[in-house]
């Protein structure tokens, strides 16, 4: 044998040893039982400590689950804001003494209509706040104006909007610890939220419908210590440590850390629980833990007092340019805060968003007037610091501006229904793989069966290639499987038919191969590639479900180009060595 | 075995007027019919669609009394699957819960039962379709809201929170959630067949905007992947070509629509996954008649174009007939043992396998020699004007 020929060997031998490698942990999960699949401590123990993680995942179309697509009300949440600014240049003409009829907001025209009772006082008021508020812009002559938003500020204020309702969708779903769940932005307004294995979609609607609770609450850190040692013994996976100012619990397990401090504060104060991200020195962040935070459990202020957070930087000073987040209270609760402040200088304001203590600044000194800052400490760069106050920021917002969502989509898969059609798929598959190998023994007879080889080899390959991405698996998937088996087969089918052809020319069978596979591989190339260009449409445009089809698809026909063109050639080339007279079977 | 012997000689372009004749009668009736008779799914039509099966057995009559009982005129109730199964697809077109008239009535009455409040805006949006937003000049107690609203006869969503406050820096504002549209279909089925004889199992609810979303990007994903195809053949083959694989392209895929227009199914996003997959199969197969096309020409034997195609569609048809095949047999258990998405993903793609085999045998290549005779006559009558004569040899040599 020629020495390219175990040069190939290798190469096939390491995709098919590669194939089933990868194959692994997807045989372990199905192995399992279909109640136990899902607990990921049960599959990772599973699994043996070789193997890769990641596997095939099935798509909640086969395995049951909630898919939500939720719209953000983005011209509710302008109207809402257009309001808020009415309040709010309301407070700012009394503060500053600005002679003012009447100001009034437009909901449907998004604008604030204000009237004056002489030239004077207009040009006074519209020069003041033409200085205190740059994103708006002014029309209307005389003593009557109109104030809106300019377009640009609209377009940031939209996209913090989503981003805002994503975190706090996100946030919310965190806490019920739902095993791998997706929540990612879509288009310009919409969230899509899949939930595998939710049972509870009205459930679901209502949690995430509802508007984020933002609340402020001080950090009882003298009181902690006695806290943490009252709840005795700490079970597995529940560490203790200590952040400076107080000792706290903390796990990698939410649900087990909930349960364990539920009900157990002492009087006055309340247990809070902090997601925390860790991250590297470049910022990237790795794994989430979860920590307990010891507070009064009295509610200072609430986030409805709250009328605009914002990220702005800090110019002043040699080390300018330093971020920081700037909040403004409405008046009452302006006082609130002032009180607040006031009375607890060097202690820890927790700012508390749908129970989740999000961060727990120090206060430095009272704040009256309204406004507040909070600067942003440590030793991070400034993309860092920037980012950590966009966070905070949104997070703030979200319990001030609650942007409205709503429905736009809902997908529920009952539990019973998915393994049955796992089934009928499975099934499927099956008989037309089956009629297919038949086929192709009968036809083709010896180099059928080569051609059957390589075609049970590109199955297994697609399967590989799928649990290698950590795919999904979806209905349309499974018939994208079948349909690209039967396809796949083509490329055997074109070089079968040139052997044949060259053979009844009369080229002895080694040549015959030769060219068969010689000549068809342009066509199978061409062939191949166009059906791959829909299938790429496909990965772009559609949406769920059809994506997996998509992606099998690709898959599929990229995999049938190796095993139709490479395998089977090197079956076949073994089957002729040293038999050049020898009549070939096809 | 063999299924075409060799030296199979078929005059495929013979009868090439009448057989264009006949697809383009059939593309022109299946594009007439489309408007009238595609039954868009929930997805691009937005709706409501119920998967529910029953332990026992139950008419579809009686499915839809029931359903028709609890206020949906519109609803469809489809048997679904094997008649044993008990299993019904049930679709509301609606996707609102309250109609407009519900709406204004329950603007009136809270305008008439919170006038102490001095109720504002009351604004229903038909497109979210389950909420309510109030926005009041005093604050109101959320269960005087909630009863007024109860009055006016809207259904509340279930749970602790049906009214929410949603006031913020002094300007009362607040939200009624009305019951969920699925939630209402099954609950009117749970309470009128029992709860332990009715499972709900799936449930999907498109709102009108993704609906329409969903549409443009089918179009959208359609039309640029014929495109990118059109493009890579023009590029790779001769420009002659490009128009025969085109207008082989749109025949298969109107053909593919006609399973749709035949058969009332619905055409939900699976089938656009369908209309590209034959897209890319259909030039696919063209591609291979083509690159022998491109072949025998090559060999410059002396034939016209038209015996040459003749010739090498010949030459390429066990290929393509074996291909169709297999590819078909793949199908087969589909259509056996599913119901549903994937029974319609299976039979339109076999129609489509059939439109492209015989497109890319009956309807390429004649278009080809067409366009060849086209330009070649182009080109002979542009030489004519110059130097007469000299080109009326090779005009002869292409003429069938």
């Known amino acids: 044998m020629e020495r390219s020929w175990y040069v190939r060997l290798g190469i096939v031998l390491a ?206 850190d003298g009181e902690a210590a006695a806290q943490i040692d009252e709840l005795g013994a700490l079970p597995d996976g529940i560490t203790r440590g200590t952040d400076g100012y107080q000792p706290y619990l903390q796990s990698s397990d939410l649900l087990a850390l909930q349960h364990f401090v539920e009900n157990k504060a002492k009087e006055g104060l309340s247990i809070g629980i902090s997601k925390v991200e860790e991250r590297d020195a470049s910022g990237i962040p790795g794994q989430v833990h979860f920590r307990t935070y010891v507070m009064r459990s009295n509610i200072e202020l609430t986030g409805d007092k709250l009328t605009d957070a914002r990220v702005a930087v800090d110019q002043s000073g040699l080390g300018g340019g330093k971020p920081y987040v700037s909040l403004s209270f409405d008046p009452e609760g302006a006082r609130q805060f002032e009180q607040i402040t006031g009375a607890n200088i060097g202690k820890r304001l927790a700012i508390v968003l749908d129970g989740n203590v999000d961060s727990a600044p120090v206060i430095q000194s009272k704040i009256a007037g309204g406004n507040a800052q909070i600067t942003l400490g440590g030793s991070k760069n400034y993309n860092q610091l920037i980012e950590e106050a966009t966070e905070l920021s949104l997070v703030l917002r979200s319990g001030a501006l609650p942007a409205p969502v709503s429905i736009f989509e809902e997908r529920t898969v009952g539990a019973s229904l998915g393994p049955e059609l796992i089934k009928s798929g499975a099934t499927a598959s099956i008989v037309g793989l089956l009629l297919v190998l038949a086929f192709m023994g009968v036809y083709y007879k010896r180099t059928g069966m080569v051609a059957n080889v390589a075609l049970a080899l590109n199955g297994a390959l697609i399967l590989a290639c799928l649990s290698m991405v950590g795919a999904t698996l979806t209905l349309p998937g499974i018939a994208g499987f079948i349909l690209t088996l039967g396809m796949a087969v083509d490329a055997n089918v074109l070089i079968n038919e040139r052997i044949r052809e060259e053979l009844r020319n009369g080229r002895k069978p080694k040549a015959a191969v030769q060219e068969g596979y010689g000549k068809a591989f342009a066509t199978i190339f061409d062939s191949n590639l166009t059906t791959l260009v829909a299938g790429f449409v496909l990965l772009q445009y559609g949406t769920g479900p059809i994506r997996g089809f998509a992606v099998t698809l690709i898959i599929g026909l990229l995999a049938s180009m190796f095993t139709a063109i490479v395998v089977t050639r090197l079956i076949t080339d073994r089957s002729i060595r040293g038999r050049p007279g020898e009549a070939i079977s096809i | 075995m063999e299924l075409i012997k060799p030296g199979t000689n078929i005059d495929f372009l013979g009868k090439r007027r009448t057989l264009i004749t006949i697809s383009m009668a059939i593309i022109g009736v299946v594009l007439v019919l489309l408007p009238f008779r595609i039954n868009f799914g929930v997805d691009f039509a937005g709706g409501t669609e119920i998967e529910v099966k029953f332990s026992e057995a139950v008419e579809a009559k009686d499915v839809r009394q029931k359903i028709e009982a609890a206020g949906f005129h519109d609803a469809a109730v489809q048997q679904f699957g094997d008649k044993s199964e008990n299993s019904f697809l049930i679709r509301v077109s609606r996707v609102s819960i309250l109609t407009p008239e519900q709406a204004e009535t329950l603007r009136t009455t809270l305008q008439q039962k919170l006038a102490e409040y001095g ?197 390429a048809l066990g290929r393509t007939i074996i291909t169709s095949l297999v590819t078909a047999l793949s199908l087969v258990g589909l259509m056996i043992f599913t119901t549903g998405s994937l029974f319609d993903f299976a039979a339109a793609m076999l129609i489509g396998i059939i439109a492209g085999t015989y497109s890319s045998v009956f309807v390429a290549g004649p278009i080809a020699v067409a366009v060849d005779h086209f330009l070649e006559k182009r080109a002979a009558d542009k030489k004519a004007l110059g130097s007469a004569g000299k080109t009326a040899a090779k005009r002869t040599a292409h003429a069938d």
């Open chain 1, 15 to 220: 995709v098919v040893l590669g194939a089933a490698y990868f194959l692994v942990p997807t045989f372990v999960y199905f192995s399992l039982p279909s109640d136990v699949r899902n607990d990921k401590d049960a599959y990772e123990a599973a699994l043996p400590s070789w193997a890769p993680k990641k596997r095939i995942n099935l798509g909640l179309d086969l395995q049951g689950g909630v898919h939500l697509v939720l719209g953000v009300d983005l011209d509710k949440a302008v109207k809402d804001k257009v309001v808020r600014r009415a309040d709010e240049l309301r407070n700012f003409a009394s503060e500053k003494k600005l002679a003012v009829q009447s100001i009034k907001a437009d909901r449907t025209r998004e604008q604030i209509d204000v009237s004056f009772a002489n030239d004077a006082d207009a040009d006074a008021f519209r020069a003041a706040v033409t200085e205190q508020f740059g994103d708006m812009r002014r029309s209307g002559s005389g003593t009557a104006a109109r104030f809106a938003f300019d377009s640009d500020y609209i377009k940031r204020f939209k996209e913090g909007a989503v981003d805002q309702a994503l975190r706090t969708i996100r946030n919310r779903i965190d806490k019920w610890g739902v095993s791998e769940p997706t929540i990612a932005k879509r288009g310009t307004d919409g969230i899509l939220v899949q939930l595998p294995g939710f049972k509870d979609p009205e459930k679901a609607k209502e949690l995430l419908g509802r508007t984020a609770q933002l609340e402020f609450r001080i950090v009882a």
């Open chain 2, 119 to 315: 109720v504002g805006a009351v604004d229903f949006d038909e497109h979210v379709g389950d909420r309510v937003d109030v926005q009041t000049e005093k604050p109101v107690p959320l269960d005087v809201l909630r009863s007024a609203a109860q009055t006016a006869g809207v259904q509340l969503a279930h749970g602790e929170e049906s009214v929410r406050d949603l006031t913020r820096a002094g300007q009362p504002s607040y939200q009624i959630l009305t019951q969920g549209l699925s939630e209402k279909v099954s609950e009117a089925l749970t309470s009128s067949f029992g709860q332990d004889k009715v499972e709900v199992r799936r449930v999907e609810y498109v709102g009108p905007q993704v609906g329409q979303q969903l549409r443009n990007r089918g179009v959208m994903a359609v039309l640029l992947s014929m495109v990118a195809i059109l493009l890579y053949i023009a590029f790779r083959f001769d420009l002659r070509f490009a128009p025969g694989a085109v207008v082989g392209l749109f025949h298969d895929v109107a053909i593919v629509l006609g399973y749709w227009v035949v058969s009332g199914r619905e055409f939900n996003l699976t089938s656009i996954a369908v209309i590209l997959t034959v897209i890319g199969y259909s030039v696919n197969d063209t591609i291979v008649v083509f690159d022998r096309v491109r072949e025998v020409l090559a060999r410059k034997n002396g034939k016209t174009l038209l015996e040459n195609i003749n010739l090498a569609t010949n030459e």
